[in-house]
T-cell receptor, first 109, second 114 residues
Framework: QKEVEQNSGPLSVPEGAIASLNCTYSDRGSQSFFWYRQYSGKSPELIMF????GDKEDGRFTAQLNKASQYVSLLIRDSQPSDSATYLC?????????FGAGTRLFVKA | GAVVSQHPSRVICKSGTSVKIECRSLDFQATTMFWYRQFPKQSLMLMATSNEGSKATYEQGVEKDKFLINHASLTLSTLTVTSAHPEDSSFYIC??????????FGPGTRLTVL
């Protein structure tokens, strides 16, 4: 059974701080990695995707991938209250994309 | 990112009736569409995967005769919940992708069965 694990949280950070969200996966053959944000009562929204080891930056967001450790993370710099949401890690190996259960982030004003 | 729409956004129906939910890709051709269900405070649960022109592939435990999926064109997939019951009340979300990742989600349909 291929798995994607995330700490459910909530992860609470003060406004302006860096939020670090982590995800581990079991399928060593996974090739594509995605982060989605889901606000309460809404559907997931794609934030970033990463395919290669290392860091990928987009504005306040940085995705980090370490295939050897089977670990992907999302850093949110200068966290804002509007970043408060559930963040879903998704991993694709082969034909299927597996979603983690998500980490709830709460940014305190 | 690509745009996926769903209709209706919210539906309330009586037990025993059937409900059809539409999912459309507005600015790309969706080779593959996915249907998910999400209960409050729970994670996404994949129900089925459909490829245009082919029969949908259902996940284990999902009744294909109850959740009818049609993907007749590259921009439209429908999910019909047949003979709906209160336990079918949930948030149904579709997603779509073309031949490459990532998949993009529709806004979801909240179904309430009385």
């Amino acid at each position: 059974q291929k798995e994607v694990e995330q700490n459910s949280g909530p992860l609470s950070v003060p406004e302006g701080a860096i939020a670090s969200l982590n995800c581990t996966y079991s399928d060593r053959g996974s090739q594509s990695f995605f982060w989605y944000r889901q606000y309460s009562g809404k559907s997931p929204e794609l934030i970033m995707f990463i395919y290669s080891n290392g860091d990928k930056e987009d504005g306040r967001f940085t995705a980090q991938l370490n295939k050897a450790s089977q670990y992907v993370s999302l850093l949110i710099r200068d966290s804002q209250p509007s970043d408060s949401a559930t963040y879903l890690c998704a991993v694709k190996g082969g034909f299927k994309t597996i979603f983690g259960a998500g980490t709830r982030l709460f940014v305190k004003a | 990112g690509a745009v996926v729409s769903q209709h209706p956004s919210r539906v309330i129906c009586k037990s025993g009736t059937s409900v059809k939910i539409e999912c459309r890709s507005l600015d790309f051709q969706a080779t593959t569409m996915f249907w998910y269900r999400q209960f409050p405070k729970q994670s996404l649960m994949l129900m089925a995967t459909s490829n245009e022109g082919s029969k949908a592939t259902y996940e284990q435990g999902v009744e294909k005769d109850k959740f009818l999926i049609n993907h007749a064109s590259l921009t439209l997939s429908t999910l019909t919940v047949t003979s709906a019951h209160p336990e079918d009340s949930s948030f149904y979300i579709c997603s779509a992708r073309d031949q490459a990742d990532p998949q993009f989600f529709g806004p979801g349909t909240r179904l309430t069965v009385l």
